[in-house]
């Protein structure tokens, strides 16, 4: 088989580039280590950029997330017993769309079958070959029987614990990693969100964070340490802990129910560079993994689909390479800022098991400078919606 644009992985990020492709006139081809159940199976967060919905919009997938998709002017931050708001629409001119993850899988999983697309699943032994020439191909097995993509360019967006990224020399990749020493207990419940906005709160017990789906489902999450096992903890437990860390009316008006999905998460800063490769491309968690605390997951991949599907689009209908030449240069300016966000959120709101009376004390200034100052406040707001591609 041959195709333009051979595309490692279904999840968010391939089926993002290829529909996009798509509506260019590039022909793709997706493969898929999984079943299209498996992938929709998994939760993650739900919080969408500005630039991550003119992305869907633009992909032609944008009707159901503009229908359903809850629209959030700003965040509730809390501390001991201090609550305040972020406006994110008063300092940015920009709110988030509230959309889950899976329901953004799902629609442009949609998109890609009502148009025919080429999807391929439940795919094995996946090698991306000769991507530092002009003739790279793809290989792969399925049902027992081996197969042969030859491509002009192949997008890695194979995740974390794809081949993508271990395609690369390490004689040429450099990566940069930070585990942090806890994770993030999570549950689903068909229950009313307790806040009609998040609410992120960094308490003496740890960290906890009101999230939600729709009207009736709710997303919370508890910092624990890794060495917990999710099923050790009963709903209650769960819910006793969830209203220790929130703040007291919150905690009052919290609906609890029974959990429909109850998992522990760990939080981990990765990037890898470069992420191009001859001709071979990263984009999403094959190149780069942030902690939750700050929703950039799913709309740090966009940004690196935006840079490839322009890059491609200029390529094959204009001739100009440039975009593509300069992709991971480009990718990489921005991925590092939403790391850095990423980051100091996760350590302006979690208990760290080494912190000093110190620490904690810079900790204690950084959330009083935030609630108090407009400025500080700005930052974090035109961080959250998101910076410019
Ligand atoms: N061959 C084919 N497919 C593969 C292979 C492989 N060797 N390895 C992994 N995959 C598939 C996985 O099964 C998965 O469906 O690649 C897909 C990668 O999807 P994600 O891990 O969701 O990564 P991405 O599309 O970049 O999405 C980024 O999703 O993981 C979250 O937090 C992340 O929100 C962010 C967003
Ligand atoms: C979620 O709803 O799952 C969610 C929201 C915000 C985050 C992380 C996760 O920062």
């Not at 590039?26 to 992938?39: G, Q, W, Y």
């Not at 793809?138 to 002009?152: A, F, L, N, P, Q």
């Not at 340490?225 to 220790?244: G, K, N, Y």
């Not at 790391?339 to 098991?353: A, D, I, Q, T, V």
Request: aromatic share 10%.
């Amino acid at each position: 088989m041959r195709t333009q644009v051979c595309i490692i992985g279904g999840g968010p990020s391939g089926l993002l580039l290829s529909q996009l492709l798509h509506r260019k006139g590039i022909d793709s081809v997706v493969l898929e280590r999984r079943t299209r159940a498996h992938v929709l199976g998994r939760i993650r967060a739900g919080v969408l950029e500005k630039g991550f919905v003119a992305l869907m919009r633009e992909a032609g997938v944008g009707e159901r997330m503009d229908r359903e998709g809850f629209v959030h002017d700003g965040t509730m931050i809390a501390y001991d017993d201090h609550l305040f708001r972020i406006d994110f629409t008063k300092h940015t001119g920009t709110p988030v769309v509230v959309y889950g993850q899976t329901e953004v899988t799902r629609d442009l999983y949609d998109a890609r079958e009502a148009s025919d697309g080429k999807l391929i699943f439940n795919v094995e032994d996946v090698v991306i070959n000769d991507a530092d020439t002009d003739a790279p191909f793809v290989t792969y097995s399925r049902d027992g029987t081996g197969h042969r993509i030859d491509c002009d360019y192949v997008a890695g967006c194979d995740g974390f614990h794809g081949v993508s990224r271990q395609t690369i020399p390490t004689s040429v990749r450099r990566e940069y990693e930070k585990v942090y020493p806890f994770g993030w207990l999570g549950i689903l419940s068909e229950t009313p969100p307790v806040n009609d906005e998040l609410i992120y709160a960094n308490s003496d017990r740890g960290f906890a964070l009101c999230s939600m789906r729709n009207a009736n489902l709710s997303r919370y999450y508890i910092q624990c340490p890794l060495s917990d096992d999710a099923a050790d903890w009963t709903d209650q437990m769960f819910w006793d802990e969830l209203r220790r860390r929130i703040p007291g009316e919150a905690a009052e008006r919290l609906v609890t129910g029974p959990s429909i999905e109850k998992s522990i998460a760990p939080l981990r800063s990765f990037v890898t560079e470069p992420m191009r490769w001859g001709r071979l491309f990263l984009c999403g968690d094959a190149a780069h993994i942030v902690p939750p605390t700050g929703a950039k997951g799913l709309n740090t991949a966009a940004s690196d689909i935006h840079y490839l599907y322009h890059g491609l689009a200029d390529w094959y209908l204009n001739k100009e390479s440039e975009g593509l030449e300069r992709y991971s240069e480009k990718a990489l300016a921005r991925i590092w800022k939403a790391e850095r966000f990423s980051w100091w959120m996760s350590n302006l709101l979690h208990r760290y098991p080494d912190q000093s009376a110190f620490d904690l004390k810079m900790q204690r200034a950084d959330l009083e400078f935030l609630e108090s100052n407009e400025s500080a406040q700005k930052v974090l707001a035109e961080n959250y919606v998101g910076l410019p591609f």
